[in-house]
């Protein structure tokens, strides 16, 4: 199952920065946090991961709560194109697998 | 860097025949790949973990001898659906494992129609 639990939807307008919040309240002390997007039929694309400090990249920012137990994923200006099913997903380095929960189905709107 | 290619992108097959995907890492070596399965408005299920050079582990309810999966190469791993009915229609999508913090990296996986 799933460690994850994150609202089925979301709405954004266009521009706004969206934020994506996820919850986890097992996370281990060795486990990151990762967060992937699908777009409407493709596969899923990696964002951003983090294990307790706050992380940037190119595409997104990552916040992560103190006692690690939630997390937020923000797209600082959110387009068109960032409309997908945004997944949290929390695993260890060295775990083979990734199992997917429901995800957040973000809608942009114009 | 760190691209998985899935091919066909999309496959039409009549029932009772078999159908190939093939995932392959074009710029890294895979050593491990996985497969999943996604039906509509649904998330991704893992079917499988496929090891280079050894048998594949399915997950609990996948039939390994309908789902065949060989890794007989370092960046190359194929799912085999034999015997395909209308319910196996589903968008399939590989995935491999590589070093560098990021974990994996996806195929764009292929839309199966069994008619």
């Known amino acids: 199952d799933a460690k994850t639990t994150q609202p089925p939807s979301m709405d954004c307008a266009e521009g706004r920065a969206a934020n994506l919040p996820c919850n986890h309240s097992?996370?281990?002390?060795?486990?990151?946090v990762y967060w992937y997007r699908q777009i409407h039929s493709q596969g899923p694309q990696y964002i951003i991961h983090?294990?307790?400090n706050n992380e940037t990249n190119e595409m997104a920012s990552l916040i992560i709560t103190e006692d690690r137990k939630s997390s937020t994923l923000i797209l600082p200006h959110a387009t068109l194109r960032d409309t997908a099913v945004y997944y949290c997903i929390v695993r260890v380095l060295r775990d083979d697998k990734i199992i997917f929960g429901k995800g957040t189905r973000l809608h942009i709107l114009p | 860097g760190a691209v998985v290619s899935q091919h066909p992108s999309r496959v039409i097959c009549k029932s009772g025949t078999s159908v190939k995907i093939e995932c392959r890492s074009l710029?890294?070596?895979?050593?491990?790949m996985f497969w999943y399965r996604q039906f509509p408005k649904q998330s991704l299920m893992l079917m499988a973990t496929?090891?280079?050079?050894?048998?594949?582990?399915?997950e609990q309810g996948v039939e390994k001898d309908k789902f065949l999966i060989n890794h007989a190469s370092l960046t190359l791993s194929t799912l085999t659906v034999t015997s395909a009915h209308p319910e196996d229609s589903s968008f399939y999508i590989c995935s491999a494992r590589f070093s560098g913090g990021r974990g994996y990296t996806f195929g764009s996986g292929t839309r199966l129609t069994v008619v």
């Open positions: 496929s090891n280079e050079g050894s048998k594949a582990t399915y």
């Open positions: 983090g294990l307790k």
């Open positions: 097992t996370i281990s002390g060795n486990e990151y």
């Open positions: 710029d890294f070596q895979a050593t491990t």
